[in-house]
């Protein structure tokens, strides 16, 4: 009977130990070095007068200094995996009105993507997660940018 309790407790730990690894927060820092290359779309979703409008911006000549700023903002944010992010295929719901797509290039190959929403929503690499301050995140790359 001890073993069967001993067994059960180790069996809950290591599931314990999985869920806190699993769920730990991922810098966005690992999305792209001083090496790559980054282009961006910033959009704003809505309507007006009964009429829904996307208005985009392309962000394809990022200078040196603005790079480094948004590479040091990488270093300040974080996302999340969720129960659904190893089924994920890169589609989400609930968009909000802001989102902002950014692709990292190393010699013109596209090796990562990052698809930020305001609503808390992103998606790196065609897989979904969450991001508790997406929406700051948003900004602040505009701020960068302008």
């Keep these: 009977m001890k073993k069967k309790m001993l067994c059960s407790i180790v069996i809950v730990i290591a599931f314990l130990i999985c869920c806190i690894v699993y769920f730990k927060p991922l810098s966005l820092s690992d999305v ?21 409008y ?13 790079k480094d700023a948004i590479l ?8 999340r995996r969720t129960f659904g992010t190893p089924f994920s295929n890169g589609s989400i719901s609930d968009l909000a009105n802001k989102t902002l797509s950014i692709y990292v290039y190393d010699d013109n190959l ?10 808390g929503k992103v998606v ?3 897989k979904a997660y969450n991001m508790k301050d997406a929406e700051q995140f948003i900004e602040q790359i505009i701020d960068i940018m302008n």
């Design 32 to 52: 792209a070095g001083a090496d790559n290359q980054i282009k961006m779309v910033y959009s704003q979703l809505g309507v007006k007068n009964g009429e829904a």
């Design 54 to 66: 996307i208005d985009s911006v392309n962000y394809q000549d990022i200078t040196i200094e603005q």
């Design 72 to 79: 040091s903002l990488f270093d300040k944010y974080t996302y």
């Design 110 to 119: 596209l090796i990562n993507s990052v698809f930020a929403t305001s609503s």
């Design 124 to 126: 790196i690499n065609e």
